[in-house]
């Protein structure tokens, strides 16, 4: 299992991904779930991928291989984020159908495709195995693929379309922080990308692994604040409710 968060605010774009996969509790991998495509100039372009590595390894390497060959459908052809996304859900769906074919298993897998094209705002949207796909909006600005139960509600309380990319990027190392609290199967190292809007050449890449001294910093002081919230709650007592 694998979790991914794509977060679409005002300033830009913060992506984050674990590095885990698992194939049995004595079978523990890392690899890249973050994927940098390789775009024309007036693009920025990141897929992040949860699923069956093998379906994802390949999604991404057909992607390249149409750029490198100059196909005439592929990311740097098209000129709307949601056209991308539609060209990703068709080559997803191609390779899920050939390796349930050549295996007799549903190899399924799930991608955020986030970025910005020339003239256009920069957005997220999360494509499912079945090609089809949806986009952020104002009352949902962020999408989560794999593992997105335990880190979800920090989001919901925190995140909003104003919210500053470096405050955005902290929320989702709490919630990255959260699902590897609860789920042995998310882990380090973290990879996190921060793109401004409008800039193109220039998004701020981290790989954090998991002795990285920020990181480390990020867990204690939010156990440290939970704790002391915890304590300050009102006592049962003091409302009439006796134990």
């Known amino acids: 299992m694998t979790y991914c968060i794509g977060i679409s605010l005002d300033a830009g774009l913060v992506l984050t991904s674990d590095s885990r996969t698992n194939a049995g509790i004595d079978h523990v991998s890392t690899y890249s779930k973050m994927h940098r495509c390789e775009t024309n100039p007036d693009r920025c372009l990141v ?10 390894q390949a999604v991404i390497q057909q992607v390249r291989r149409d750029v490198q060959e100059g196909m005439p459908r592929n990311v740097n052809t098209l000129h709307y984020l949601a056209d991308i996304a539609e060209y990703l859900g068709d080559v997803l769906v191609a390779k899920i159908r050939k ?4 295996t007799g298993f549903i190899h399924d897998a799930t991608l955020i495709l986030g970025g910005q094209v020339l ?12 090609g089809n796909y949806i986009t952020s909006s104002d009352d949902t600005p962020y999408l989560q693929i ?6 979800k509600p920090v ?3 925190f995140i909003t ?3 500053s990319l470096e405050d955005a990027a902290i929320c989702s190392l709490i919630s990255m922080d959260s699902t590897m609290k609860s789920n042995a199967s998310v882990g380090p190292p973290i990879e996190m990308l921060i793109y ?3 800039q193109f050449r220039a998004p701020r890449h981290y790989r954090l692994d998991a002795d990285n ?3 480390l910093s990020v867990r204690h002081e939010w156990a440290n604040q939970l704790n002391n919230a915890f304590r300050s709650m009102p006592r049962l007592e003091n409302h009439g409710l006796v134990i």
């Open 146 to 151: 794999g593992e997105s139960k335990y880190g």
């Open 99 to 102: 390796h349930t074919e050549q």
């Open 119 to 130: 003239g256009r705002n920069p957005n997220i949207y999360m494509i499912y195995p079945q």
């Open 155 to 157: 989001m919901d309380r």
């Open 47 to 56: 897929i992040m991928s949860a699923g069956n590595l093998a379906t994802t």
């Open 196 to 198: 401004p809007r409008d």
């Open 213 to 215: 001294p920020y990181l």
């Open 161 to 163: 379309r104003d919210t």
